[in-house]
């Protein structure tokens, strides 16, 4: 995940003025005045790839009303120098954010409600803007009891967010014709991407390739992996790249594992789950949610012992929506939906190598518990511009045996099914 240090401290422009205007806006109320405000990291170091997140507790009187209180998050970019700034500056996933938010999500709403479907995606936008700063300010889902998990879903759990997904996707099809911006969008996690990240892959891969050596009867693996190196990238960003031999094109959310996800939990089970962060949102093969969160949203035992059974279920739960919108176009079959997992099987090794250990370890276990309340040494750890505290965590976590025993089931099904090979 990458990671600036400045996202554990608010720009000086995170004001009480900033968020004055904000509540007089969202709430209709020009005699508002902020009493206190108070603004702490809305995420744990390195969570989210595309931007970094505050949360602002501000308490405000309003006509003559003094203990008024609220929470609100904070999307924005930071301003040191540094990769994830790099990535973010020209504001393109902000735009295709923008357009999530201000008119593909609503929409998406409107549907389900017109066919009597209450389900809720995500959280409420209350404000964005372009200048002077690129930042998004969201209601606060903790306040109505949703919450961060710190591990990848069990099989009960990738339900509810597969429907979800699965109306999404449904919806996204059955508009396109009255949102034809959707299939513009196309900034993707790979095509965003620097020079920096594309290195950070490739070391990646090249750390994968060492420690296959170092596990008994995977040392053969080794040089496979390694030569992955020089071009997995690249069938990587095909895939995301538009293709008329595609059978069928969803909007796909794009970055879809568990850390984009709150969850409302009573008495230990989960019983609902919202969306986050649609930065990332592209036009294209469905393949692209499903391997992702096959990967990034799924528990290894889950993914293992329910694959094709949760496919089944999203699928079942994409035609069920269809039905009810009133698609009049042809319905993808589930084999259509195989093969494009299938085809597209590359971004399956692509994960499997460069993200799943950061989604598989805790992050305790990465860089150890000083990372607990966001410290400075923890934030020294986890610096991407600090090359020899990276190697460290890197190696320990491709080392750590929760990836070890996913990658040592997954590389046997990537060699059989040709995916070794580019």
Not at 45 to 71: C, M, P, V, W
Not at 228 to 238: P, Q, V
Not at 383 to 406: C, G, I, Q, T, V
Request: glycine share 4%; with cysteine; proline share 4%.
């Amino acid at each position: 995940m990458a990671f600036n240090k400045d996202e554990m401290h608010a720009p000086v422009w995170l004001n009480e003025r900033f968020f004055e205007t904000i509540l007089k806006q969202s709430e209709k109320d020009a005699s508002i005045v902020i009493t206190d405000c108070k603004i702490v990291p809305g995420s744990r170091l390195g969570d989210h790839f595309a931007s970094i997140i505050f949360r602002a507790n501000i308490a405000y009187q309003s006509r003559g009303t003094k203990n008024n209180e609220i929470s609100l998050i904070v999307k924005t970019i930071p301003e040191d120098d540094g990769v994830k700034r790099d990535l973010l500056k020209n504001g393109e996933v902000f735009e295709t954010e923008t357009i999530m938010y201000t008119t593909v999500v609503p929409e998406m709403h409107r549907l389900f409600r017109s066919v009597g479907d209450d389900t809720e995606l995500g959280p409420r936008l209350l404000y964005s803007s372009k200048e002077p700063n690129l930042v998004m300010v969201f209601e606060d889902l903790t306040k109505r009891n949703y919450d961060t998990k710190s591990n990848q879903l069990d099989l009960q759990e990738a339900k509810i967010a597969y429907s979800k997904l699965a109306k999404w996707h449904a919806a996204s099809m059955h508009l396109v014709n009255t949102i034809p911006i959707i299939t513009k969008l196309d900034k993707d996690i790979i095509t965003i991407s620097n020079d920096t990240f594309n290195k950070i892959w490739d070391n990646n891969i090249a750390i994968l390739a060492k420690v296959c050596r170092e596990w008994p009867g995977y040392e053969a693996y080794g040089d496979r992996v390694d030569n992955l190196r020089k071009g997995i990238c690249s069938k990587t960003k095909d895939i995301y790249k538009f293709s008329e031999s595609t059978l069928y094109n969803v909007l796909n959310h794009g970055d879809f594992h568990y850390k984009n996800m709150m969850y409302k939990i009573i008495e230990g089970k989960t019983q609902d789950i919202f969306l986050l962060d649609y930065q990332l949102s592209i036009w294209g093969t469905p393949a692209i949610d499903i391997i992702y969160s096959l990967y990034l949203m799924c528990s290894a035992e889950t993914r293992n012992n329910h694959r094709d059974e949760l496919i089944k279920f999203y699928y079942d739960e994409f035609v069920a929506s269809l039905n009810k919108f009133g698609y009049l176009g042809k319905i993808p079959s589930l084999i259509n939906l195989h093969v494009e997992i299938l085809k597209n099987g590359h971004l399956e090794v692509f994960l499997a190598s460069t993200f799943l250990p950061f989604m598989m370890v805790p992050t305790e276990e990465m860089v150890g518990e000083q990372m607990n309340k966001n410290s400075d040494e923890g934030i020294e750890l986890f610096d991407m511009n600090n090359p020899e505290k990276m190697a460290e965590m890197l190696l320990a976590s491709y080392r750590n045996p929760k990836y070890a025993a996913a990658m040592q089931k997954c590389l046997p099904v990537f060699l059989h099914k040709g995916l070794l090979d580019l």
